[in-house]
């Protein structure tokens, strides 16, 4: 995978994307950012046990016994708001997602904090949560979500970093997944980014030491005319957004979506109007 400075100029990030279905940003967030959200997210997770509470089997694998997830950034830390409206992940996110109705809202922002002795997670694509969608015309299909792992902390392979197949989006067999001596570790130093496509193979790494904790932030983008992962407007209210910028409110699910010029219906409506 390339690696870039966020100065870099977008033809080189979509480049880059097309070829590989991945890439890395250096220093995506600045160190006074990056520590208000490392400590907001560091306190939160204190008071979180590892490990999701219940569900199916499958589910309770993938999300893995000895990790830490939760939604509702926003709430801990106004950095998340900076990060919806960050240039560089809007831009990505419009080139990448403009093929698909052009409007997109957040599909999730979570924290995913890995413990010591978590196995390696299941390879997948994000774009899999709408896999009929993907499988229809794969791999022609358009690009229906981008995502983004910020390093709260240097992330190396031993602690659990993102392993990602570059080239795997462009497979022609939807159904291979791919194997674990395919990949390659994303490694990151505190402040740096994983972008990648929902098309790329990718999981989670085992975190192979005994007492370390990977500390990360994934963010991600659907298009609009999809139900995204995390039910942000059940999250954040309405009165909570005033004085967001319009950017802000559509993503967290507060306006409609509009596919014009494209074809289709507006959606998400309130008594037919566009909030």
Excluded at 87 to 112: F, H, P, R
Excluded at 134 to 144: A, H, K, N
Aim: net charge negative; aromatic share 10%.
């Amino acid at each position: 995978m390339d690696r870039f400075p966020k100065a870099t100029a977008l033809p080189a990030f979509i480049d880059a994307l097309s070829k590989d279905g991945a890439l890395i940003v250096e220093r995506m967030l600045d160190p006074v950012r990056l520590e208000a959200l490392r400590s907001a997210i560091q306190v939160e997770a204190a008071q979180r046990a590892a490990g999701p509470e219940g569900g199916p089997r499958y589910w309770q694998t993938f999300h893995g016994a000895n990790t830490k997830r939760f939604t509702g950034i926003g709430l801990l830390s106004e950095v998340f708001f900076d990060l919806l409206e960050d240039k560089v992940l809007a831009t990505i996110a419009d080139e990448l997602l403009k093929g698909s109705g052009a409007q997109y809202w957040m599909n999730t922002c979570q924290a995913m904090i890995i413990g010591p002795g978590e196995p390696a997670q299941t390879l997948h694509r994000d774009g899999d949560n709408w896999s009929n969608v993907m499988q229809r015309s794969w791999p022609d299909c358009p690009e229906l979500t981008v995502s983004m792992i910020l390093a709260l902390e240097d992330v190396d392979g031993s602690v659990g970093a993102t392993r990602v197949i570059p080239g795997s989006h462009q497979w022609p067999d939807y159904e291979r997944v791919g194997q674990a001596d395919e990949t390659m570790p994303a490694e990151l130093s505190a402040g740096d980014a994983l972008i990648y496509s929902g098309k790329v193979i990718h999981g989670g790494g085992e975190n192979c030491t005994q007492d370390r904790w990977r500390w990360a932030l994934h963010l991600s983008f659907v298009v609009g005319w999809l139900t995204p992962e995390e039910a942000s407007n059940q999250i954040y209210s309405a009165g909570s957004l005033q004085g967001r910028s319009d950017r802000v409110k559509r993503l967290l699910g507060f306006s409609a979506f509009n596919p014009y010029p494209g074809r289709g219906g507006r959606l998400w409506l309130k008594n037919f109007e566009p909030w």
